[in-house]
């Protein structure tokens, strides 16, 4: 049995390799397929790295936030999801902690994040 299991996690390790290496705190633009009757388009996600759940797993997940019109939007994605056409990292953020939850209550310039040289 953790024979199959191990064949099937050892090709989903491969597709995580074709995404760039991103942490919380980084600015990430991801492009995702959405899907709308019977016709399919790329949507971008630009924000912020909030958070990263189960790294190096085939469940990870990692949230974007992003304030579209005054309003904060968080965003779960699944790393390995077929949804997911390429993720691209803008900024390097430089942060302290792995779950960045306290942009949620600042705005403006008190929600930025310093970019690491």
Do not use: C, W
Not at 28 to 42: D, S
Not at 44 to 71: L, M, P, Y
Not at 106 to 114: E, F, N, Q, V, Y
């Amino acid at each position: 049995m953790s024979e199959l299991i191990k064949l099937v996690e050892q090709d989903y390790a491969e597709a995580r390799n074709k995404y760039p290496e991103f942490k919380s705190g980084d600015t990430v633009n991801i492009h995702v397929k959405i899907k709308e009757g019977n016709k399919e388009r790329i949507q971008q996600f630009q924000g912020a790295v909030i958070q990263r759940r189960n790294v190096n797993t085939n469940g990870e997940t990692f949230t974007v936030r992003k304030i579209s019109n005054g309003v904060g939007v968080e965003r779960i994605f699944p790393l390995l999801s077929p949804n997911i056409e390429k993720i691209e990292v803008l900024r390097k953020g430089k942060v302290r902690q792995a779950r960045i939850y306290y942009l949620r209550g600042k705005h403006g310039k008190a929600a930025r994040i310093r970019e690491k040289r």
